[in-house]
């Protein structure tokens, strides 16, 4: 609508590479704090200081902004998750080794059945993975809200991105379920399960980014650990009554 | 905006009642295709197989009949919650899956009403937008009690968080309301149930 007022101050000259970043890490800020909405061709302008036709020389128009915010962004997280994906791998032994201390009242006894034992180990590898998730998130808060964005006010287009890369992460959770629950469940459900383990650590990644305080990665990870354990020792045989 | 074309058919006569009825359910088809912002008296007439002023004769406008809609829609979701809530608490083994099946039979059997609960808060008007973020703690009231009656049949210790238990529980459920709601033939509630089942019988003695 109306022009920014007179208070524009002219921008440093930028190399053109160096000038598309800045504008990217504007929008992301705006996205971050006010929602997809808030991202337009004259915010991002104002933001950054410069004349709108400057955004529009690097973007055609506000839905090629956020696609290339987007892609910039998820190829961060990407690198990010990458880097931990060891830890990130539900079900590998990495985790396992931990499970002592939930298997320990009913590991003792080789009768504990095959829940206990396993799934103290399962538990103890989902804590690992989302405690390595939960710090990805954290250490790059703006890029995971962005990610994480309610798709209302979202063009089409970067909507349908977002949600490509939530069914390509659906399809990692899900090869990692096969490989560990998959081998003591028979027919298990991997789709169903993996939307619900994504299901449950966008919620944990939403709530250390609005509310950090409350809601640290560490309280999820005792949660898990404190659960899987407890789920072991109900699965135990009865103690003698 | 264009005139009703000369098709048009009377509708039957029907009691006021009736009428209400139907103009309700016409309504909540248009909010399910269109969201809130699709609706309009003359929609709904429209859509009614009536004319605009029989519609007047049942609500004085829009704002009345978003408020009768969601009263009924509020009164129809709470009953089901309070079904859930008295899922069978003898076994708790079956109580996770007997919950989650009353909640997502009702999504299949009535998906208009609940896409209610699922349409994004900010685009609804003031009014609805109230009444369907109370609906929804009342969700998260019947997750809450679920898991208490969960965790105290399988003695969890109180270090288990019970406050995070129900943000992720909750996030689980509504993932599994919007796939029934989004392709019920390939999600059916049963499938849901099933695989929550299958999880937590990993914990179950042998």
Redesign the interface.
């Known amino acids: 609508m109306s022009d920014p007022p007179a208070r524009k101050k002219r921008a440093r000259r930028l190399p053109p590479v160096q000038r598309r970043e800045q504008l990217l890490d504007r929008a992301l800020e705006l996205l971050a704090e006010s929602g997809a909405a808030a991202v337009t061709m004259q915010a991002v302008a104002r933001a950054a200081g410069v004349a709108r036709p400057v955004v529009y020389d690097f973007f055609a128009d506000r839905a090629a902004l956020l696609s290339a915010l987007v892609a910039r962004e998820e190829s961060r997280a990407l690198t990010d998750v990458l880097g931990v994906a060891p830890r990130l791998q539900i079900g590998s032994p990495l985790g396992a080794d931990s499970g002592a201390d939930f298997g320990a009242d009913s590991g003792a006894d080789s009768g504990a059945?095959?829940?206990a034992d396993?799934?103290a180990g399962?538990g103890a590898s989902l804590t690992t993975a989302l405690q390595a998730f939960l710090e990805v998130v954290q250490g790059r808060p703006s890029t995971w809200r962005a990610l994480l964005a309610?798709p209302?006010g979202l063009p089409a287009e970067v909507a349908a991105r977002l949600e490509r890369a939530r069914e390509a992460t659906l399809e990692v959770v899900e090869s990692s379920l096969r490989a560990s629950?998959g081998a003591?469940?028979a027919?298990?459900?991997t789709e169903?399960?993996a939307?619900?383990v994504?299901?449950?650590g966008?919620?944990?990644a939403r709530?250390v980014l609005t509310a950090p305080t409350e809601?640290p990665p560490a309280?999820?990870t005792?949660?898990t650990s404190?659960?899987f354990g407890?789920?072991?020792?109900?699965?135990?045989?009865?103690a003698p009554r | 905006m264009s005139p009703p074309r000369s098709r048009r058919r009377y509708a039957a006569r029907l009691p006021v009642e009736a009428r209400t009825e139907e103009l309700l359910d016409a309504a909540l088809g248009l909010i399910a295709d269109g969201g809130f912002g699709a609706v309009s008296m003359h929609a709904v007439a429209r859509h009614g197989g009536v004319t605009r002023p029989v519609a007047y004769d049942c609500f004085s406008g829009r704002d009345e009949l978003f408020a009768a809609l969601i009263a009924r829609e509020e009164a129809r979701m709470r009953t089901v919650f309070a079904e859930a809530a008295r899922a069978d608490r003898t076994d708790p083994r079956r109580l996770p899956a007997d919950t989650l099946a009353t909640l997502l039979e009702a999504v299949r059997d009535a998906p208009d009403t609940w896409r209610l609960l699922y349409l994004?808060l900010?685009?609804l008007p003031e009014g609805p937008r109230q009444r369907l973020a109370s609906v929804r703690a009342e969700l998260t009231t019947v997750i809450r009690a679920g898991f208490d009656a969960y965790?105290a049949a399988?003695?969890?210790?109180p270090?288990?968080?019970a406050e995070?238990?129900v943000?992720?529980l909750?996030?689980?459920v509504?993932?599994?309301g919007q796939?029934v709601l989004l392709d019920p033939d390939r999600?059916p509630p049963e499938?849901?149930t099933?695989?929550?089942d299958?999880?937590l019988?990993?914990?179950?003695?042998?």
């Open positions: 059945g095959f829940g396993f799934g399962f309610s209302t629950l003591r469940i027919k298990l459900d169903v399960v939307r619900a994504l299901a449950a966008e919620v944990a709530l809601f309280r999820f005792a949660f404190t659960l407890a789920l072991a020792r109900a699965s135990a045989p009865a | 994004p900010d685009t965790a399988h003695g969890f210790p270090e288990v968080d995070v238990a943000h992720l909750r996030a689980m509504d993932m599994a796939r999600y499938r849901m099933a695989a929550l299958s999880v019988d990993v914990f179950n003695p042998q």
